[in-house]
């Protein structure tokens, strides 16, 4: 298999923006050298926004972008700016071991939460440390974190938002989880991971994904069955197909779920006069916000690149082609190394800053293609 050249070309341009503005532009300024940290985001001059809190799956993130730019070669030295991150996020670690949602001035009852999204997002920055470091006791507080995760955990599989809330049940942070489970079952030794990755397969195909239409929504009822109001992000297909897809190493009935939702969201979630993945659908597959963000671009950008590599469908490469020139188009920026986030309906971005959390997608996205192109 060999992706088509406008894919390669496509890559070539992604890739140089990172290594050349986007990676330094972030650790110069949008890492906070005095305090620590990184800043939530960045106004597109180039300086950082101010009165945003510092959120935890922000330094999760960055640690995780810039611990995968030091083994990818992307970055000298980009260790450092993976520890800065790490460091970031030790200092939001609770007396209970779980992690502070945000630093103030964000609402103080947020910082008492501890949502399981933001936990996934920091299973997956300890496990970079334990890549770029070698540093065992990046490992022991991973172990330790999903023990303490268990209070979260849902009688008919999966995990609620926080222990005892078991209403809404969301389908976003068990992706994140899924995320987090498969990279550390590929390194560590304990089978636990590999149970608890399995545990979400299994969650997402016997319950999430409606049987019949292969529907995935965001919200559940208490028993992870259907509600009334039906909600769907395309973005969100895009990212539980790729990681389905590598779930396993291919297992069969995750591929032929995971194909059906590229094709939904294909279908239904995609613009075709501006070329993005639009927003939200209802329940019957009908566009109800028709902006576009960026972080979704970028999902179905590696989902589809990551099918077409597996099928070599003409129609996929056409896809990860269109898919390649919507996360472009959001990054002309008069500071090169920025990003618009949203798209409105008419095409038109929105000016505000730009959020830091975005580049973990688009890292994602890049390495994704990166790996296709260059093996």
């Known amino acids: 298999m060999t992706a ?10 992604l890739r140089r923006w990172l290594m050349q503005d986007a990676l330094p532009l972030w650790w110069a300024r949008g890492a906070d050298h005095a305090e620590g940290g990184f800043v939530d985001r960045m106004e597109l001059d180039g ?9 935890v799956r922000v330094q999760a993130r960055q640690a995780y ?111 994140h989880l899924f995320e987090s489970f498969q990279a550390w079952s590929e390194v560590a030794a304990d089978p636990r991971w590999r149970e608890l990755a399995d545990g979400l397969a299994r969650l997402a195909l016997g319950r999430l994904i409606a049987p019949g239409d292969g529907v995935l929504y965001e919200a559940y009822a208490t028993d992870w069955s259907l509600p009334q109001a039906r909600l769907v992000w395309p973005g969100h297909l895009y990212e539980w197909a790729y990681l389905l897809l590598r779930w396993r190493g291919g297992d069969e009935a995750a591929r032929v779920a995971s194909m059906k939702l590229i094709e939904i969201a294909e279908r239904a979630g995609v613009d075709r006069a ?38 070599d469908e003409a129609a996929l490469w056409e896809a990860t082609a269109q898919a390649s020139a919507a996360v472009e188009s959001f ?24 959020p830091a959390s975005t580049l973990y997608h688009l890292v994602g996205a890049i390495a994704e293609l990166e790996q296709i192109v260059e093996g």
């Open 4 to 13: 088509p050249a406008p894919v390669r070309d496509a890559f070539e341009r």
């Open 47 to 55: 300086v950082p926004a101010r009165g945003f809190a510092k959120r």
């Open 65 to 175: 972008v810039f611990g995968l730019a030091d083994t990818r070669g992307w970055m000298p030295r980009a260790d450092y700016a993976c520890q800065h991150g790490l460091a970031g996020l030790a200092s939001m670690r609770r007396v209970d071991g779980l992690y502070r949602v945000s630093t103030p001035p964000a609402p103080a009852p947020l910082d008492g939460m501890g949502l399981l999204y933001d936990q996934a997002f920091v299973l997956l920055a300890l496990d970079t440390g334990r890549a770029v470091f070698a540093d065992a006791r990046y490992e022991r507080e991973a172990d330790d974190l999903r023990d303490r995760l268990e209070a979260f955990a849902h009688p008919l599989g999966g995990f609620a938002e926080a222990p005892g809330m078991l209403s809404p049940l969301f389908s976003n942070p068990n992706m």
């Open 274 to 311: 501006r070329g993005v993945a639009i927003f939200a659908l209802d329940g019957d597959l009908v566009a109800v916000d028709r902006g576009a963000r960026l972080w979704a671009q970028a999902e179905r950008l590696r989902a589809v690149a990551h099918a077409a590599a597996l099928t």
């Open 331 to 354: 990054l002309d920026t008069p500071t090169p190394g920025l990003w618009r986030d949203w798209m409105d309906e008419a095409g038109a971005f929105r000016e505000e800053p730009a």
